[in-house]
Each structure stands twice: as structure tokens, then as C-alpha cells.
């Protein structure tokens, strides 16, 4: 009998062991995150092109940013409000709980370069429109076949001043795509 539950546990975890590439992306209003970003409400919908980025080379800059890149488009839109971004960024997940990334700059992106990369003029979002950064990437020297989960955030205020953020998951494959 400890044989055949021996054999019945192993069978199990077996079967449940994804052998995939791709990891299920959580829902982030279930992940604590920072102390402003946490006591938001979600008034700000985030897309990534892909959810799941494998490397390619970054035949652009790589002396400067890393030798692979994993490029995407980011589409962010107002759910109800006209919405100006104030600041986004991004989180980094390691050893179980998520940290803040500096960027590119050390510091969270500003409602200009939000303006700029998201050809969003002032940065103010009306509902029903979308703006799309399609050149979003993540850049680095390493692949170790491992996949990193990240998640983007954007905070805006409305016209009454209530501030509101939208935060979306994307993980990066540390290969090539075969």
C-alpha cells in the first residue's frame, strides 16, 4: 500500500510539472507591491504584444544595454477616466517578492517620456484611445534559460485628482526562441 501512494504521488507531481517555456502569469491585484501602488484603484488597462519575450539579439546598442534584447509593444489605455500618467516603471520578482527596478534612468519614467515613447500628447489618456509604445524592451549580456518575471505599473491622476494605476505581468525567457 506505501508502494502504490508512493507511486500515485510521484504519477501526480509528474503530471502537474509543466515542461513548458512559458509561466502562468499571475493576477498582480493579488501581489503586494509597493505601499502607493498597493492603495490604488485600477483605472488604467496595460497590454503587452506578448505576454511571454524569448531573447534576440540587440543588433542596436549592445556594447552599451547587452547583447540580447527582448522586445515587445506595451499598449496602455484609460478604462473610465481621462487619465494624465504621472510616472510608471517597472518590478522586478526575486526570491519571492517583487522590486522595484531603477530603469534605464535609476528612476521611475516621467509623464514626458511617457508622452514621448507613447505618442500620448501631455501624457493625458481620454477613454477609448490607446497608446502604444511598440519599441518596449528589456536588454542584458546573459542567457541562463531561466525566465524572469517582471511587471510594468503606471500611475496617473484624473481631473479631479484622484490618482489610479494599471499594472501588468510579462515574463522573459532567458533563450533564444527556437
Not at 509543466?18 to 509597493?34: H, M, W
Not at 556594447?63 to 489605455?77: D, F, L, M, P, Q
Not at 542584458?140 to 490618482?163: H, M, P, Q, S
Request: aromatic residues 12%.
Amino acid at each position: 500500500m506505501k508502494n502504490l501512494l508512493f507511486l500515485l504521488t510521484i504519477l501526480a507531481t509528474a503530471c502537474s510539472t509543466s515542461t513548458s517555456d512559458e509561466v502562468a502569469v499571475l493576477a498582480p491585484t493579488t501581489i503586494q507591491f509597493s505601499a502607493e501602488l498597493d492603495s490604488l484603484p485600477v483605472g488604467i488597462l496595460i497590454q503587452h504584444s506578448k505576454d511571454t519575450v524569448y531573447a534576440e539579439l540587440n543588433l542596436k546598442d549592445p556594447e552599451v544595454r547587452g547583447i540580447y534584447k527582448w522586445g515587445y509593444a506595451t499598449t496602455v489605455s484609460a478604462i473610465d477616466n481621462e487619465i494624465t500618467i504621472t510616472k510608471f516603471g517597472g518590478f522586478d520578482y526575486h526570491e519571492g517578492r517583487w522590486i522595484e527596478s531603477a530603469g534605464i534612468y535609476d528612476r521611475p519614467f516621467s509623464t514626458s517620456e511617457f508622452e514621448k515613447w507613447y505618442s500620448c500628447p501631455g501624457g493625458a489618456m481620454i477613454p477609448e484611445a490607446s497608446f502604444t509604445d511598440s519599441n518596449n524592451w528589456t536588454k542584458g549580456n546573459k542567457l541562463n534559460i531561466d525566465t524572469r518575471r517582471a511587471l510594468w505599473y503606471f500611475i496617473g491622476v484624473d481631473e479631479t485628482g484622484k490618482k489610479w494605476k494599471g499594472i501588468k505581468e510579462i515574463v522573459y525567457v532567458g533563450k533564444m526562441e527556437e
